[in-house]
Every structure is written in structure tokens, then in C-alpha cells.
């Protein structure tokens, strides 16, 4: 099972007194890292066990139930990784239900906050994913405007995109070449995107998408990317399969 780390910052501060009056002045910053893991577990608290009792069943009634499974455990990391693609390919895959047909799918680095352990996959797992309220979108950019936002990803180190697309950057994060389905991206075509509405308003130094056209963001919660992602893996389950993606050279460094 992956691991959680818990980031802590710590202030000092140097009091100075003038007169009868006081202040504080920040003097420094540390901060650290606290691993938690089944450590903890080995001396419980049964004060604290018995208080949080009742609460721990309702949680995990909520977040228990299981939703897939995984052949290995999946991480996010640039340029490419398992996990990042199988999101990016999710967004492509949810697109038949809003009647899109979308080139390619893309989803952010930075709004991936946790893992996938090999087995079981539940609710509470994909939330810990997929813990903001993000939404699908779906837009329109030129050709140029592509090559703009894969510009934009060279910059940030990369971010997820789905099956077809061919990325390479240079090790001064530059833009070397995209190709779609093995074709060039061509300047003068319109290409349709399937996106998380934070990623359609510019955000994560994406800007080219704030040139997109024929914007569709359905705001209903049932589009929240946490049940998008849900309704795939119920559906993989269905079908009596388990969920195994993997990196593909979608983005290389050169």
C-alpha cells in the first residue's frame, strides 16, 4: 500500500519589545516532512479509538465500497506516468456520454493527489484522487492554440494526455515536436478537447486554453471527475476487467 507524507511548516519568531508595546517579527522558515504510515498503528490510543468509533463507521460505509480494481500501483509523475494517462484517457472515454467526439484528452499533473494500490480500488480511493470539484469541459482550439498549450506543457515538465498524442520536449523544456494518431498537428485545423473546466479557464499555466470556442462545461455535480473516473472503473468491472494502464512514450524527453 503507497504511503502518505503530511507536510508541516514550521514559524520562528523573535519577540521585540519597545516601550510597553510588543510585535512579532518572522525570523525564519522550516518546514519538513512527517511519513505517516502503519508505524502509528502499532500503539493506538484506545481513548481516541473509542471517540472516533461511531464516525469511522459512517466513513467507511461511504468510502468502503469498491468501485474496480488494478493490475499494479499506479503514481503521477512528469512527463508521463501510468496513472496520468489512464485520467487523460477517462476524459476521452467520457466524452460518448455528453455525444462529443473529442481528438484528445487532457488532465493536469497537479490535480492528481494520490495514488493507486495494486487491487481493489474504492470510493475513498478515487476521492483521494480526485479530491477537487473539477469538472469535465470540453472546447475547441485551433491547431496553433494546440501547439501553444503543448508548448505550455513542455514548460511545466508535462501534463497528462491521452492515447494518440506524441510529445517530445528538449531537456530546456522547448516544444520538439506533436504528433496526434501520427499525424503532425496542423496549425490551421480545429481540434476538440475533452478538459477539466479549471484546466478550460487558463489555469495551471495552460493559458491557450482562454482562446478556446464552443465551450461546453456542464456544471451538474454528476460531472465531477471523481465519478467520471467511478463510472469507468464500474464499468471495466462489468465487463470482467481489470483496470491496467501503462506509460507508452506519449511524452519523451530528448
Known sequence: MYKK???LS????????TG?????ELAGIQRTRVLVDSRYDATPDAEAARF??????KVDSVMGPVVGEVDHEMVAHRPESDLSNLLADIMVWS???YN???DFGVYNMGGIRAALSKGKVTYGDVLDIAPFENKICFVTLTGEKVLELFSQMAHTGGEAVSHGVELVFTRDHKLKSARLNGKEIDPKATYRIATLDYLAQGNDKMEAFKSATNVVSPQASSNNTRFLIMNYFKEQTAQGKVVNS???GRIRVE
Open 5 to 7: 507524507t503530511v507536510y
Open 10 to 17: 514550521g514559524l520562528t519568531a523573535v519577540l521585540a519589545l
Open 20 to 24: 510597553c508595546a510588543s510585535h512579532y
Open 52 to 57: 472516533m468509533e461511531p464516525f469511522k463507521h
Open 95 to 97: 466524452a460518448r456520454s
Open 100 to 102: 462529443e467526439k473529442v
Open 246 to 248: 501503462h506509460k507508452e
